[in-house]
């Protein structure tokens, strides 16, 4: 989330980001190309949640957009830990 907050000065760096994602896809890593995408990802594009959102109409456009896009990644599963959504 620090990467779109100007009042964050040091942004994290890839280093970091791969540490803080460690072992919390069902107690095991995420593959090593899928992380340096998502990283660019979120750096690229803030993520907003829906509540923070103010044009229903752009939201709604970008949530379709990151369904189309999770098409090809396969069947998503709940993770044990925390209920988060991960990829198997």
Request: glycine share 2%.
């Amino acid at each position: 989330m620090d990467q779109h907050y100007p009042q964050v000065k040091k942004k994290i760096e890839y280093s970091d980001f791969a540490k803080h994602v460690h072992r919390i896809n069902d107690n095991d890593d995420f593959p090593d190309n899928f992380l340096p995408e998502i990283y660019a990802a979120i750096q690229t594009h803030e993520i907003i949640m829906p509540e923070e959102h103010d044009n229903q109409a752009l939201f709604d456009h970008a949530w379709t957009e990151l369904q189309y896009q999770l098409t090809g990644a396969g069947d998503l599963s709940i993770c044990s830990d925390a209920n988060i959504l991960v990829t198997p």
